[in-house]
């Protein structure tokens, strides 16, 4: 099992629906979660942070993390085309001298 | 604003020349930065931890005598690709954690040895 795992889509949803993106870990004692985005030829950059279980708002942005499942979520409602890109799932995990772990990533593609 | 600049954004450069990659980070000191390396389509690999006025860790996998890193100073680390060849052609990142945990990350470079 990778230690961070996410489906690499590519995701097509209509311009004003609620994009739903996943990511599993295999650290069961990991505490710190992160999504990030990123466009074609540009680094990545921090979109939500989430270390409680439950769900945090940040605007259009909506992180869920269920430790006990050892997964977390983004919800982007509303999605733009501008919403169009790579969503990054990241983890510090325990194990690895807390280091930070990505996912391979989720393209999203946010159609007219 | 910015948290880290890094330069260049893109290198092309013929087999066996070297390349270096500089970070800064901008409005405080970081004695810690990050190398990471993206190849296309595929994840976030992290290479080294660099470290101010000591050497760095190298991730598993990764050379050290190929990838020299410097961070001579609390604001500068560098990266440098020695006699590159064309499967070190990457994305290669910087990153810094300024505060808590999060991770900001440098505008990256595009290596290309052709």
């Known amino acids: 099992q990778k230690e961070v795992e996410q489906n690499s889509g590519p995701l097509s949803v209509p311009e004003g629906a609620i994009a739903s993106l996943n990511c599993t870990y295999s650290?069961?004692?990991?505490?710190?979660f992160f999504w990030y985005r990123q466009y074609s030829g540009k680094s990545p950059e921090l979109i939500m942070s989430?270390?409680?279980?439950g769900d945090k708002e940040d605007g259009r942005f909506t992180a869920q993390l269920n430790k006990a499942s050892q997964y977390v979520s983004l919800l982007i409602r509303d999605s733009q085309p501008s919403d169009s890109a790579t969503y990054l799932c990241?983890?510090?995990?325990?194990?690895?001298?807390?280091?930070?772990?990505f996912g391979t990533g989720t393209q999203l593609k946010v159609e007219l | 604003g910015a948290v880290v600049s890094q330069h260049p954004s893109r290198v092309i450069c013929k087999s066996g020349t070297s390349v270096k990659i500089e970070c800064r980070s901008l409005?405080?000191?970081?004695?810690?930065m990050f190398w990471y390396r993206q190849f296309p389509k595929k994840s976030l690999m992290l290479m080294a931890t660099?470290?101010?006025?000591?050497?760095?860790?190298?991730e598993q996998g990764v050379e050290k005598d190929k990838f020299l890193i410097n961070h001579a100073s609390l604001t500068l680390s560098t990266l440098t690709v020695t006699s590159a060849h064309p499967e070190d052609s990457s994305f290669y990142i910087c990153?810094?954690?300024?505060?808590?945990?999060?991770?900001?990350f440098g505008s990256g470079t595009q290596l290309s040895v052709l």
């Open positions: 660099s470290n101010e006025g000591s050497k760095a860790t190298y």
């Open positions: 990153s810094v954690k300024p505060r808590n945990e999060k991770l900001f």
């Open positions: 409005d405080f000191q970081a004695t810690t």
């Open positions: 990241a983890v510090i995990l325990t194990g690895g001298g807390n280091k930070l772990t």
């Open positions: 650290d069961r004692v990991s505490q710190s």
């Open positions: 989430i270390y409680s279980n």
